[in-house]
């Protein structure tokens, strides 16, 4: 079956009439061979359809909606209409445009106006039957058994195994705010002075003046020239702008409004009950890995709903020769595309990743060398980095902005539930987290998480429940006193445990039933995989019994020699932020001046919490808590008796102040220790009574 194009619009309507006929000639003489050309169902060609964008399509609508079938081929035009668009029942699809009123309507538009016919079963036997006027039809691929299971030539990503792929190379966009006028700029000026230089593309382009970033345009004007960071306008100013960010005027110019580039889009108003989504991904993982893949999940195979990559792509290459005369525009270099270089702008790094040293523009280029605008005036050696510059450019891996517009209305930014029935873990990466940020590479990331704006509470986990747990390795019969675990993490002495066996139900398989056997008790001991607990065991419970430590869970866990730090603070002049003061800091990036963490002196390890020298001029206050004691090196204020204290000690007296004559430890009834400053010694006192001194 061969399906014809329709008929094009041309001048002469009678060759266009014409035409018409022959085809309706053919279809007619066509029918029931199985050979023929046959048809589509043609708006224009059946239906007889103007897309002129003056002449009514009312009639040609109406019978279209009429016919028996579904889909309805709009062709190249404009096809205006009074119906409204509610009338367009059918699956319209093609290169014209229907103009029902004020709307413009792509030809893939459609109106549910009733359910349609549902097939009564779903699934594979019923997904893709029944009316699917509304629909495009759907899809399903299969990539078969053993297709890419066994081929060395295989690559990651294959086009010709991905139903939908593409390619979308954006070369013209703009950020909506080219340069800054943080000089300022004068009523009257044709000149205006950049933070940076200037770029020639810019000559003969206008560009609007506004006093903050992305606001209105207060006035166009026209580059004439550029030199350097100086830009000339064909006309002079008429309004004045001042560098002022702290109070919001952030002066800046601009040659285009900001604009989005994207591979899809998608608009969606939910305006009934339930639920609404962009997007839907329901993934099924059935794979069932091979013996030699149990060892871990990572040689298995991953299900995930979305994923991708994002890569700060730059073309690259080194000086293949050091640089023996800087006055010569021309460097050697080891082999690039050229056609990824000129017009690039360039910069000269000692090594990867290393401080930019130099700025240039590529001219020209050969397979072996690169011509610049300016010499570089230093003999930079053999294999310094070349990189055409992208340094400053921003990505992220999921954005969204949520706006309530007044209304009283809730927002979850993100939401996922966990339904978990097996946490033994017995093998490797069967875990299951909330989110985990891994930071590779050289260089360390600057935050895993921040908070930034106005919230009640940074960090709630009030409604969880922090417990550890593990299973029984082995039996444990009724009246034992010692169990042998997977893993004694969570597990502490006097905290409780609770081991639980619940008999499999053998009329209802999968279900547990039965006898269910529970046992809560307290922790004793632990050593590596064993627990004595009390009281022994009321019953016998088999190897894979689940045991829980309720108390084990933590809402932080940190590492040896970790720490808090306190009284940070996000400025402007710090790692990542704006000098400039337009955008705030991005997270607190100037440590404060009180830490609390874990070390070790080589003595014990201890906890402590501590001045840590960031600020409080000569603060040196620290407090420690190791194994067998507690350790203060200033003056310990209680507002009340300490009672039955054991091992408060200090270790720096001499250099505290306000001890004169001062109690610094008290058991109460009058038992104290004293320090006496004039005579530069301790007084233990007992009943009140002075005892000795030392």
């Known amino acids: 079956m061969i399906q014809m194009p329709d008929v094009p619009a041309i001048a002469d309507q009678g060759l266009y009439s014409f035409l018409q006929a ?68 059918k699956r319209y699809f093609g290169d014209g445009v229907i103009l029902a009123g004020t709307d413009a309507l792509p030809p893939r538009f459609s109106y549910m106006a009733s359910k349609p016919n549902t097939n009564p079963v779903q699934g594979q036997a019923g997904w893709f039957r029944g009316d699917q006027r509304f629909t495009d039809g759907g899809e399903w691929k299969i990539i078969g058994p053993n297709v890419r299971t066994y081929d060395l030539s295989g690559r990651y990503y294959e086009s010709n195994t991905i139903p939908h792929h593409g390619w979308l190379d954006v070369e013209s966009g703009s950020s909506g705010g080219q340069a800054y006028l943080i000089f ?144 010569s525009l021309t460097v050697a270099v080891t082999a690039i595309n050229t056609t990824d270089w000129v017009g690039k702008r360039i910069v000269f790094r000692d090594y990867y990743g290393g401080p930019p040293l130099l700025y240039r523009t590529v001219v020209s280029a050969t397979s072996a060398s690169l011509t610049l605008d300016l010499a570089p005036g230093t003999a930079y050696g053999k294999h310094t980095w070349i990189m055409v510059d992208n340094d400053g450019t921003y990505t992220t891996g999921w954005e969204s902005a949520y706006y309530d517009q007044g209304a009283d209305v809730a927002v979850i930014g993100q939401v996922d539930s966990f339904i978990r029935f097996n946490d033994r873990a017995a093998n490797g990466g069967r875990v299951w987290l909330g989110t985990r940020f891994q930071s590779a590479g050289s260089r360390p990331s600057d935050a895993a998480h921040v908070v930034a704006g106005f919230w009640r509470t940074g960090l709630d986990t009030s409604l969880a429940f922090l417990k550890d747990s593990s299973f029984l390795t082995s039996g444990a019969s009724a009246g034992a006193t010692l169990i042998n675990v997977n893993s004694t993490n969570g597990a502490k002495v006097g905290d409780e445990i609770v081991i639980t066996y619940a008999n499999p139900d053998a009329t209802n398989p999968g279900v547990t039933g039965g006898t269910q056997f ?94 840590n020298g960031k600020g409080h001029s000569g603060a040196t206050a620290r407090i420690r808590l190791r194994p067998t004691s507690f350790q203060c090196n200033v003056d310990f204020q209680c507002g009340q008796v300490i009672s039955a204290a054991k091992d408060l000690v200090t270790n720096d007296y001499s250099g505290a102040p306000g001890f004169s004559g001062a109690v610094i430890f008290s058991a109460g009834s009058g038992n104290e220790i004293r320090f006496n400053p004039t005579a530069g010694n301790f007084e233990f006192y007992k009943g009140g009574v002075l005892s000795h001194s030392i």
């Not at 306008?233 to 109070?247: A, D, M, R």
């Open 518 to 611: 529970v046992y809560s008790g307290t922790i004793q001991a632990v050593n590596t995989f064993d627990i004595t607990v009390s009281p022994a065991l009321t019953a016998t419970f088999p190897a894979g019994s689940y045991v829980e430590y309720p108390e084990g869970g933590a809402i932080i866990a940190a590492a040896f020699g970790q720490k808090v730090v306190w009284n940070c603070t996000g400025v402007n002049t710090a790692r990542g932020a704006d000098p400039n003061n337009v955008f705030g800091p991005l997270y607190g990036n100037v440590q404060g001046d009180i830490e609390t963490g874990t070390e070790t002196d080589g003595v014990t390890d201890y906890w402590y919490t501590r001045f």
């Open 184 to 327: 300022g700029a004068s009523a009257g000026a044709t000149t205006i002075t950049l933070q940076n230089s200037a770029s020639p593309e810019w000559v003969g382009k206008q560009l609007q003046f506004a006093q903050t970033l992305g606001g209105a345009a207060v006035e166009t004007r026209t580059v004439q020239s550029v030199s350097g960071n100086t830009v000339t306008l064909t006309q002079p100013l008429t309004g004045t702008y001042v560098w002022l960010p702290l109070s919001g005027l952030h002066p800046n110019i601009r040659f285009a409004l900001r604009t989005w580039n994207g591979m899809y889009y998608t608009r969606v108003r939910a305006r009934a009950g339930g639920d609404t989504y962009g997007a839907i991904a329901r993934m099924e993982m059935s794979y069932q890995p091979k013996p030699t893949e149990l060892t871990h999940t990572f040689l298995a195979a991953t299900a995930g709903q979305f994923g991708g990559e994002t890569n700060f792509t730059t073309p690259r290459c080194q000086l293949s020769a050091t640089i023996s005369n800087p006055a």
């Open 22 to 89: 022959v085809r309706r000639g053919i279809q007619s003489a066509a029918t029931g061979e199985t050979d023929a050309f046959i048809d589509i169902t043609s708006l224009v060609v059946d239906f007889e359809g103007k897309g002129d964008g003056a002449s009514l399509n009312d009639a040609a609508i109406v019978a279209a909606e009429a016919d028996p079938t579904t889909s309805v081929y709009v062709g190249r035009g404009e096809f205006k209409t009074n119906l409204a668009k509610t009338a367009l029942t």
